[in-house]
């Protein structure tokens, strides 16, 4: 009979007592998508309440511009490209 591999669904890194803090934007910017989106919990592989307290610290830190709002991507899609001030020469 094979043994079944032993998955959790939490991350060993992030026990229950760990402590997440809008000051470390290297912690929380392991939750961010590329988009500006948070990781949902079930990607991030954390518990409901740790992911609570993440998104929180998130918005947090968002509002003193630790973490970025979004992305340069979104912010300038579709706007035309800028031209330089300096005339073209011959």
């Known amino acids: ?3 079944k591999s032993n998955r959790t669904k939490f991350r060993p890194e992030y026990p ?3 402590k997440f ?3 470390d934007p290297v912690t929380l910017y392991r939750f961010v998508m590329e988009g500006g989106k948070i990781t949902p919990s079930r990607i991030s592989k954390i518990s409901l309440k740790q992911q609570r307290k993440v998104a ?3 918005k947090s830190a968002r ?3 630790l973490l970025p709002v979004g992305t340069d991507a979104t912010d ?3 706007r035309p490209e800028q031209i330089s001030a300096k005339p073209f020469e011959f």
């Open 1 to 3: 009979m094979l043994k």
């Open 16 to 18: 229950v007592d760990f």
């Open 21 to 23: 803090d809008y000051k």
């Open 56 to 58: 929180s610290e998130i």
């Open 63 to 65: 509002d003193i511009a």
């Open 76 to 78: 300038t899609f579709g």
